[in-house]
């Protein structure tokens, strides 16, 4: 079965430091699909990007980046120059079709951005 | 307008009473799913549906029961709600073909407190 760790239960950095919020999953398919989503305060789950299996090109979408990498089964997710905006949870997922029922969550990172 | 609703966003019910969580979506995707999260674990999946024939148990479906009662609407009902069934619920809609058919899109939640 498909499992998501993030290992890293809160972080707190000051505003405009980088960090990195890291994900390890662990699949028997060789074809599945990673996931990052943020659940600022507010309570809802915003999508920020989907990645699939054949893709390890890393991806840069404005402050945001994800580092791919199948030798460590990692998909980490890096913010540069943190905003206090940024403070939310963040959860890796992974999908092992693209049909939506095999979708796991991990337990999700906490991030504070403090000014 | 938000393409996935939920109604109500909040409940505060009693132990043994009966409860029933509501979901609709405009996005026409055919697949709907409901999860819960706790703090620390994610969201984890109680039900998912492929179309309105097609209903299946997720991973921690006792306690609990669905609806499809069209292809937008999917409910979700606690015949005799208990205290550790408080929690932040979830619905979430995926288009369930094409190249992207397992990205989910998630309603704003339902946050429910059984006393």
């Known amino acids: 079965a498909q499992k998501v760790t993030q290992a890293q239960t809160e972080i707190s950095v000051v505003e405009k430091e980088d960090v990195t919020l890291d994900c390890v999953y662990e699949?028997?398919?060789?074809?599945?699909?990673l996931f990052w989503y943020k659940q600022p305060p507010s309570g809802e789950l915003v999508f920020l990007i989907r990645?699939?299996?054949?893709?390890?090109q890393n991806e840069i979408s404005g402050r945001y980046s994800w580092n791919f990498q199948k030798s460590t089964s990692s998909f980490n997710f890096t913010i540069t120059a943190s905003q206090v905006v940024d403070s939310a949870v963040y959860f890796c997922a992974l999908s092992e079709n693209n049909y939506g029922q095999n979708f796991v969550f991990g337990p999700g990172t906490r991030l504070s951005v403090l000014p | 307008d938000a393409d996935v609703t939920q109604t109500p966003r909040n409940r505060i019910t009693k132990t043994g009473k009966r409860i029933m969580l509501e979901c609709s979506q405009t996005?026409?995707?055919?697949?709907m799913y409901w999860y819960r999260q706790d703090p620390g674990l994610g969201l984890q999946l109680i039900y998912y549906?492929?179309?309105?024939?097609?209903?299946n148990k997720g991973e921690i479906s006792d306690g609990y029961s669905v609806s499809r009662q069209a292809q937008a609407k999917f409910s979700l009902s606690l015949e005799s709600a208990i205290p550790n069934q408080t929690a932040l619920y979830f619905c979430a809609t995926s288009p369930g073909r094409g190249a992207r058919g397992d990205e989910q899109y998630f309603g704003p939640g339902t946050r429910l407190t059984v006393t």
């Open positions: 990645r699939n299996s054949f893709d390890e």
């Open positions: 996005k026409g995707h055919d697949r």
């Open positions: 549906s492929f179309d309105v024939k097609d209903i």
């Open positions: 699949t028997r398919d060789t074809t599945y699909y």
